[in-house]
């Protein structure tokens, strides 16, 4: 039974060694914020950090991640906060968001590497494909994460998940919460 750390928990699954490292966090961990696009690593849509590389977990067996720290786009941070994911937001390089979590994990692998990348550094450890069409917004962005990882610039955040209506239209005043709207 191959084990590793997930997320920093370790775990262990009683599975098929050959399984890919996907089908491990999405049926036995429940972790599906990692996708299934194509399942030979053309899209990058199950891209998850291995030991600080973003690799494709559809390509990767249980047995070869043994004894290896994973993260997945639910241990980056539980918040939001991680620069990548608000620099996705603020930059609207976020579309249907299908591609966004193993985007997102090969940007932040990318950003604890090089926190200055450039166009090309980006599009080279990005080689992630988004139907949308989100390219020139996500070089944006996460040439932004790189700057906030450089303490440069900061980013006004979107509100946290699990947010009250309330709360969250005092943050964000273009939301209307429920308790004010016109009956």
Known sequence: MPRMTVNDQPVEFDMDAETPLLWALRDAA???GTKYGCGVGDCGACMVIVDGEALRSCLITIAEAEG?????IEGLSRDRSHPVQQAMVAEQAIQCGFCTPGIVMAGAALIA???????RDIE??????CRCGVYPRLV???QRAGRVTRRQETISA??????????????????VAPSEREE
């Open 68 to 72: 290896r720290f994973i993260t997945t």
């Open 158 to 175: 979107a509100p946290a998940p699990g947010i009250s209506s309330e709360d969250a239209a005092a943050e964000v005043p273009a939301i």
């Open 124 to 129: 080279e450890a990005i080689p992630n494909l």
């Open 140 to 142: 944006n962005a996460i």
């Open 30 to 32: 429940n972790l599906t």
């Open 113 to 119: 590497k090089n926190a200055d990348p450039s166009k």
